[in-house]
């Protein structure tokens, strides 16, 4: 950012509101029974329905609606008992009909919140709407001998069922925006409607963001940003917006009411299409479907369904475990996560050092092998025995430590590691006083320091000690032993 | 020649399906001059009646074993051409049947082949095929009325007893009258929709073009019925409409709306529409006056919405994905003639005319407007039937009139289906039947309307009628036997 944007950018409030596009994890096609597998060879996952042929019709998913149902709820949202599917009328070549069966006056969910505790403290974002509607093929337009002449179509992807996700302009910058689209994507994963795969395209977002003079309530002209397409291009392409936006203020332009395209090579935002030239997309009510109609007890059962969301959850693990909300608030970032530790909390019956390990030593793990919780070959009953041996005395801290390493690295359980190879703590006085004693005959200049008031040495002694024990003893037996060896005390004290 | 006896005759061991095939199918070659025909399947059809005839045992109960069939051309048959009289799908061969298709092969048809419509259905004379047009059986120089026009010629020359036809305004009942034949709409959901290709979604029907009342009734008992494949298909019970053909009208109320008949419609045709009246009220039927109060705003409520739904249901034909593309050096250059070669100059302008009826800015003046008056002419026919279990009219104004005359006319050629539409807006179902000739010599319709999912009662006072009469034993001029 150029430095002489600091004061301006004081000035004005950025107003975002988010789009989000989310592909179902439904076995087959919304509106026939095509697969909906990803990365299935070009053109093979098709029908009449899927292609739009002549005289085909579509025929409403249940497990569709459930789905989407399911990630409205958990979104807040009231299910509409009736809603109407629409065609979205445009011309595009991976658009086999002409025009994309989506929802419009009436969607399926109206008005809901997600609310969470961010970074920046508790955050409350509204949901205007959710509704269902029929995703797109996909033009190739690289990768072929003659692309220069030609565009390839894919229609595999043409009919998976999409919900279409609108927030209010509730989000004031754009950390905060990509802090929402995280903790969305966290709770559509997490009830497993969506997969959560960006890269694959079945989480996609668009933004639309205005900024106005701060203090001013009134909306200023709005842009939309198109081409969001990971958590990072959220906020780069916000900010940068954000920044133009300002700049163009600033200077005294006006901002110009369009679509601009997120080109995140380039990282800015290029304008599309005006407000003018855009599409009249002439929606009108799907005549080849019925309204979709759900009763009461039929939401009751899709609310049933509905796991515990991750706010809850944290909340829940603060309380019922007595963890601290930062702790609480990774431990339920994922889903897999939180169950790992609850499973590992349940089994060691120790949950804040359940926490501590999966925070710090298993993350660290993880994140050294890049791999996701859900790839952790480590039992959670494993990593429990581990805790319990700590808890029991039987390990010190730091050979529990070595222990998990080699749990890791051999799938072993704790208890065999720590037999196997004599780890077993030494609590035994008389066993520690023997090391100390030869410790201080062997270090007669650390010791002489000591004993003149250079107590900073004391440290260096103790790990001697533990060196010496392979770190088996127990550091406060250690502790206890040497200070009375050095000072001839009987007791160092508290 | 009737499905009825066709079939009886197969059965008894008096002929073969092939045989009878091979008659239609020299019928229709010798019949070229009325171009009821858009493709003739000479081929797949006697292999089929072969087989029919080889499994003849099993096929005792089928319904249709060995009955030639004709389509109209805009129902998809797998493998065959199927191109809705659209120059935009030249050479387009489906790779599916239609759901009545796969019916009436169920049922032992053999479908001989595809007939000339308008393209896209949308017409009232057939003319608007991109591969020229249908003479009518009766008179030469005279349209057959559409869109089913090759469907209804075809049946009225004795080239096959029975085809199908589709009715978004009229396009069954009104070519059906204007050939001295019958033609069923039935109510909209009684029939599935799947492999039609679509003109009006909310309006279109599929139904049966026949020379008897009890043909009409056999295929719907093959055709009719819930299909998972069309969600607006309703899950209704099904009727044995054959045995609902008693022949019994007494006490059945039938409703005239004397108002509708003073202005616009021809004398000879309100003169045969009263000696029907009066052959009801002869056999025992009870005649009432009844008011469509809104009937007069069907046409434009018509017009507005299926012109809507059409611009919608043909942006498919772009030149990607199947039949004709012409080349471009732009996407929007090749969209636009494809479009602009594919399509005839009345599908353009109902295209050109829904689209601006859904336009941003219109669609509350237009389209809403005009789904709000639909509803209002539907309350209508509710209330109508309160009061009577049929509403009858003539179901065209005029006989069949000459080629040519109303092509420059197009709002003289929606004016054919003043009586139609209502039948179509208000999705009820309805039947033309013969009844009577014009000075000319040319038949005029008898239309019955009945309630929703009631083509029973449709079907049998249809029957009633033509065994009170001797209408449908009248040949054309032009009649292959």
């Known amino acids: 950012m150029p430095l002489s944007l600091l004061p301006l950018q004081a000035m004005y409030e950025p107003v975002i509101g988010l789009e989000i596009h989310a592909q179902l994890l439904t076995d087959t096609k919304i509106f026939c029974g095509c697969s909906t597998r990803f990365g299935a060879p070009p053109n093979t996952n098709i029908c009449p329905v899927c292609l739009g042929l002549p005289g085909a019709l579509p025929v409403l998913n249940r497990r569709a609606v459930e789905f989407a149902a399911r990630a409205a709820m958990a979104l807040g949202c009231t299910i509409q008992p009736s809603s109407i599917f629409a065609r979205k009328n445009y011309f595009y070549p991976d658009l086999p009909k002409g025009y994309q069966i989506s929802q419009y006056e009436r969607p399926l969910a109206t008005e809901g919140a997600l609310e969470y505790t961010g970074p920046d403290g508790a955050a409350r974002v509204g949901i205007i709407r959710v509704h269902l509607e029929e995703d797109a093929g996909k033009s ?47 709770i559509l994963v997490a009830i497993g409607v969506n997969d959560g795969n960006m890269e694959e395209g079945s989480l996609r977002c668009d933004a639309n963001v205005s900024v ?140 804040k050092a359940a926490s501590n390990w999966i925070m710090v030593e298993l993350t660290r793990k993880m994140n050294e092998l890049g791999i996701a919780v859900e790839q952790v070959t480590l039992a959670p009953d494993a990593l429990a025995e581990l805790i319990a041996l700590v808890d029991r005395g039987e390990i010190s801290g730091p050979v529990a430590k070595d222990v998990f390493e080699k749990m890791f690295a051999s799938g072993r359980r704790a208890s065999a590691i720590v037999e196997a190879e004599g780890l077993r703590r030494i609590d035994d006085e008389g066993a520690i006083a023997a090391v100390v004693a030869d410790i201080i005959d062997a270090n007669a200049g650390p010791v ?27 550091p406060e037996t250690v502790n206890t032993i040497l200070r009375r060896a050095l000072t001839g005390q009987e007791h160092t004290g508290d | 020649m009737n499905a009825a006896g066709i079939r009886e005759g197969i059965a ?130 005279r349209i057959p009325g559409g869109s089913s026009g090759g469907s209804a010629a075809a049946v009225a020359a004795g080239l096959v007893p029975i085809a199908l036809g589709s009715d978004t305004g009229g396009s069954i009942r009104q070519p059906a009258a204007l050939c001295g034949v019958v033609g069923l709409k039935p109510t909209y959901g009684r029939v599935s929709r799947y492999g039609l290709i679509a003109f009006a979604s909310s309006l279109d029907q599929i139904g049966p073009l026949s020379q008897t009342v009890r043909d009409a009734a056999l295929v719907m008992n093959v055709i009719a019925g819930h299909d998972p494949l069309d969600a607006t298909s309703v899950d209704v019970d099904k009727p044995d409409y054959v045995a609902a053909l008693t022949g019994d009208v007494r006490g059945l109320r039938i409703g005239v709306p004397r108002h509708l008949l003073r202005d616009g419609v021809e004398a000879d045709v309100t003169a045969a529409f009263d000696r029907a009246i009066d052959t009801f ?36 034909y772009d030149g990607v994905r199947y039949g004709r593309r012409a080349p471009a050096d732009t996407l929007t250059g090749m969209y636009e003639r494809s479009r602009g070669r594919g399509f005839g ?74 009586f139609t539409v209502a039948a179509n807006l208000a999705g009820l179902p309805g039947i033309s039947v013969t009844c009577g000739f014009s000075a000319a010599r040319l038949p005029i319709g008898l239309q019955l309307m009945g309630r929703a999912f009631d083509e029973s009662t449709v079907l049998r006072a249809a029957d009633a009628y033509e065994r009170e009469t001797a209408w449908s034993r009248e040949r054309p001029p032009h009649y292959w036997s």
């Open chain 1, 448 to 474: 002489a320091q000591f004993r003149a008031g250079r107590t900073q040495t004391f440290g260096f002694l103790v790990g001697q000690v533990m060196k010496a024990t392979r770190g088996k003893a127990n």
């Open chain 2, 12 to 141: 008894q061991g008096k002929t073969s399906a092939v045989e009878v095939c091979r008659r239609s199918l020299d019928r229709i070659d010798a019949a070229a001059a009325l171009h009821a025909f858009q493709h003739v399947d000479r081929d797949g059809a006697l292999a089929r009646a072969t087989d029919l005839d080889a499994r003849r045992q099993e096929l005792t109960r089928a319904p249709l074993a060995g009955v030639p069939i004709a389509l109209k051309d805009n129902m998809c048959t797998t493998g065959a051409p199927t191109t809705a009289c659209s120059r935009i799908l030249e050479g387009y061969r489906p790779p599916y049947d239609a759901t009545v298709v796969r019916r009436l092969r169920d049922a032992g048809a053999v479908i001989v082949g595809k007939t000339v419509c308008d393209e896209f259905a949308m017409g009232s004379s057939t003319e608007n095929s991109a591969f020229g047009g249908t003479k009518n059986p009766w008179a030469l120089d």
């Open chain 2, 281 to 316: 009220r002869g056999a025992g039927a009870i005649v009432a006056d009844v008011e469509l109060p809104h009937a007069s705003l069907a046409i434009p409520v018509y017009y507005l919405i299926a012109t809507a739904e059409a611009s919608s249901n043909l942006a498919r």
């Open chain 2, 345 to 418: 100059p009345e599908v353009k302008r109902r295209i050109m005319l829904g689209t601006y009826v859904l336009s941003a800015g219109y669609y509350d003046a237009y389209y809403l407007k005009a789904q709000q008056v639909r509803t209002l002419i539907r309350r209508d026919y509710d209330r109508a039937f309160d009061r009577v279990d049929l509403v009858a009219m003539p179901t065209s104004p005029t006989p069949a009139f000459p080629l040519g005359e109303r092509v420059a006319d197009p709002l003289s050629m929606y004016l054919a289906d003043v």
């Open chain 1, 212 to 351: 106005r003079p701060a203090g001013e309530t009134a909306l200023g002209v709005k842009t939309e940003v198109k081409n969001l397409n990971s958590f990072r291009h959220v906020q780069r392409a916000l900010e940068h917006e954000i920044d133009r936006q300002i700049a163009a203020l600033g200077a005294g332009n006006r901002v110009a009411q369009e679509t601009r395209l997120w080109d995140a090579a380039a990282g800015r935002t290029v304008a599309m299409r005006s407000k003018e030239e855009a599409d009249d997309y002439r929606y009108f009510p799907e005549p080849d479907l019925l309204p979709l109609e759900v009763d009461a007890a039929w939401i009751g059962r899709m609310r049933a369904t509905l796991p515990e969301l991750p706010d809850a959850r944290r909340r829940r693990f603060a309380t019922e475990y007595h963890l601290p909300d930062y702790d609480a608030g990774v431990l339920t970032q994922s889903m897999a996560l939180a169950d790992y530790f609850e499973k590992t909390a349940a089994a060691a019956g120790n949950a």
């Open chain 1, 140 to 186: 190739l337009h690289e990768g072929f001998a003659d692309s220069e002449r030609f565009t390839y179509l894919d229609y595999n992807r043409s009919g998976v069922p999409l919900i279409e996700i609108v927030t209010h302009p509730d989000l004031r910058s754009a950390a905060a925006a990509a802090e929402f689209f995280t903790r969305l994507r966290a």
